[in-house]
C-alpha cells in the first residue's frame, strides 16, 4: 500500500518510527516532512498529506503533531480527506470501518510508538463496510 507520512516538528521521532516500520512491512511509504526539530507550521504538513490523498499518489495517510488535532484539522480542509483522530486500536478500526476515513492524526505527546504501531495496524487492515455507512459517509462530501 502507499501511504504518505506527514508531521510537525513534534511528532518527528514518531514519523520515523512509523515509517521505518511500515516500510519493513512492506508499504510504500511518502515521507512529507518535516524531517528536523525546527518549529514548522502544522497546516503545512496536514496540506501536503492531504494533496497527496486528493491527488492519488496515496492510498492512506498519517497525520501526527503533538495532539493530532491541528494537523487532522488541516488535513479535512480538504474534501478529498477524511481523517480521524485516533488514540487507541478500536477507534482506529471504527473510522475505517463506519467511516471510510483514508486517514489517521495522532498525537506524539500523547501516545507511544507501540500504541501508535497498533493504531496504524488497525487502520490498514480494516476494511469499509458500506452498507448504511455507505449513505452517511456521501453525506460528508456535502457542504455543511
Known amino acids: 500500500m502507499r501511504i504518505a507520512i506527514a508531521c510537525d516538528h513534534a511528532a518527528v521521532s514518531l514519523k520515523d518510527e512509523l515509517r521505518d516500520w511500515l516500510t519493513g512491512e512492506?508499504?510504500?511509504m511518502i515521507?512529507?516532512?518535516?524531517?528536523?526539530?525546527?518549529?514548522v507550521?502544522?497546516?503545512?504538513?496536514?496540506r501536503k498529506l492531504a494533496d497527496a490523498l486528493a491527488g492519488g499518489a496515496a492510498e492512506r495517510?498519517?497525520?501526527?503533531?503533538g495532539?493530532?488535532?491541528?494537523?487532522?484539522?488541516?488535513?479535512?480542509?480538504?474534501?478529498?480527506?477524511r481523517c480521524a483522530l485516533v488514540s487507541e486500536p478500536l477507534s482506529a478500526e471504527l473510522a475505517r470501518s463506519h467511516n471510510d476515513a483514508n486517514?489517521?492524526?495522532?498525537?506524539?505527546?500523547?501516545?507511544?510508538?507501540?500504541?501508535?504501531?497498533?493504531?496504524?495496524?488497525?487502520f490498514l487492515s480494516t476494511e469499509f463496510l458500506g452498507g448504511r455507512h455507505a449513505a452517511r459517509v456521501d453525506m460528508l462530501?456535502?457542504?455543511?
Do not use: F, Q
Not at 515521507?31 to 518549529?39: F, M, N, P, V
Not at 495532539?67 to 480527506?81: D, E, F, L, Q
Open 67 to 81: 495532539s493530532g488535532i491541528g494537523i487532522m484539522i488541516a488535513a479535512n480542509r480538504n474534501p478529498a480527506v
Open 41 to 46: 507550521h502544522y497546516p503545512d504538513y496536514g
Open 61 to 65: 495517510g498519517i497525520a501526527l503533531c
Open 31 to 39: 515521507d512529507l516532512g518535516t524531517h528536523g526539530s525546527a518549529s
Open 103 to 122: 486517514a489517521i492524526a495522532m498525537g506524539a505527546r500523547l501516545i507511544g510508538v507501540e500504541m501508535a504501531r497498533a493504531c496504524v495496524a488497525a
Open 26 to 28: 512492506g508499504h510504500e
Open 141 to 144: 462530501k456535502e457542504p455543511a
